[in-house]
């Protein structure tokens, strides 16, 4: 099966520009996932949606990023203005909904590397 | 809160040589337990994972134990190549918490010929 599909690879843009990454989990995943990974830290969930709708958004900085899945498939992450401390790998992964072992697995994506100057 | 503490890299280890990671976690109720390793220029992918207490996961050479009384899931690989040379993460998910996955920090892992 196809993977996570995420766009750009790489952005570089100057603080206070904006950017938007792009995800397009695997086909059926109801579950999608925003992860921030600062370099030489673990990843950090930023947002999870289940189908269409947002389950946990509370590490999202919300003054400055968004998230949306409008159509509970292709998900758009955005951030307005960026900060120096922006600059990160931004991962998307997606899940099948949970089962009753618990037992299934997320899938990352490549990632979107972020260099804020 | 959940949370999953990792040991420090770089590990920098000869080729065949025993490769050991720690890591622990603190977590109510009982959280699923996950390596997942990161190669140079690409995605997290997973290496293995535990469900409940005393689960073995093992793949590519690699096992790792959920151990609920010392709440830890040490990643071990007897023999390492230079392939396994790479960033692992250790990481935990409870169905509770919305099935999201906390991860540690990281441990680099340099293998040399």
């Known amino acids: 099966e196809a993977g996570v599909a995420q766009s750009p690879r790489y952005k570089i843009i100057e603080k206070r520009q904006s950017v938007a990454f792009w995800c397009n989990p695997i086909?059926?995943?109801?579950?999608l996932y925003w992860y921030q990974q600062i370099l030489g830290q673990g990843p950090k969930l930023l947002i999870q949606?289940?189908?269409?709708?947002?389950?946990?958004d509370s590490q999202l900085p919300k003054d400055r990023f968004s998230a949306e899945r409008l159509k509970g498939v292709d998900s758009t992450l955005k951030i307005q203005p960026a900060k120096l401390e922006d600059s990160a790998v931004y991962l998307c992964?997606?899940?099948?909904?949970?089962?009753?072992?618990?037992?299934?697995?997320?899938?990352f994506g490549a990632g979107s590397r972020l260099t804020v100057l | 809160g959940n949370s999953v503490t990792q040991m420090e890299g770089p590990v920098t280890l000869s080729e065949e040589a025993f490769l050991t990671i720690n890591c622990t976690y603190t977590a109510t109720g009982y959280p699923s337990l996950f390596w997942y390793v990161q190669y140079p220029g690409e995605g997290l992918q997973l290496l293995l994972k535990?469900?409940?207490?005393?689960d073995k996961g093992s793949n590519k050479g690699f096992e790792a134990t959920y151990r609920k009384e010392t709440t830890s899931f040490h990643l071990e690989k007897g023999s390492v190549q230079v392939s396994d040379s790479a960033v692992y993460f250790c990481a935990l998910r409870r169905r509770a918490a919305g099935n999201k996955l906390t991860f540690g920090g990281g441990t680099r892992v340099l293998v040399k010929p």
């Open positions: 992964a997606s899940s099948s909904l949970d089962s009753p072992t618990g037992a299934n697995v997320l899938t």
């Open positions: 535990a469900t409940k207490a005393d």
């Open positions: 949606f289940q189908n269409n709708g947002v389950v946990d």
């Open positions: 086909s059926g995943h109801a579950t």
